[in-house]
């Protein structure tokens, strides 16, 4: 599976942004999809899943109420809307998708500017 992450950049305080996850070579629609992230200096963090269904949700506490996961099967994509963005929310963003082996995107920087 490959995954390619886009959407990120720039974005003011409280401002949006919303990132894609695209996977190809392999349909995802049968899998649990996640965001992380990674702030220099710190480990890898959850920020969000979505079932296969796209039923069911799950999300860390700092990005819960601000940031919703979403997924389009026939796209075999997820999204993640990031609402009401703070300084803290500037990491690299990664999608994975784990149909077996676990995989990773590149990552997509995202910068919140005060």
């Known amino acids: 599976v490959q995954l390619a992450e886009s959407g990120g950049g720039l974005a003011h305080l409280v401002g949006s942004l919303t990132l894609s996850c695209a996977a190809s070579?392999?349909?995802?629609?049968?899998?649990?999809r996640s965001w992380y992230r990674r702030t220099p200096g710190k480990e890898l963090e959850f920020v969000a899943l979505i079932t296969a269904s796209g039923s069911d949700t799950n999300y860390a506490a700092s990005v819960k109420g601000r940031f919703t996961i979403s997924r389009d099967n026939a796209k075999n994509t997820v999204y993640l809307q990031m609402n009401s963005l703070k300084p803290e929310d500037t990491a690299v963003y990664y999608c994975?998708?784990?149909?077996?082996?676990?995989?990773w995107g590149q990552g997509t920087q995202v910068t919140v500017s005060s």
């Open positions: 070579g392999f349909t995802t629609s049968s899998y649990i």
């Open positions: 994975k998708a784990v149909t077996g082996p676990a995989s």
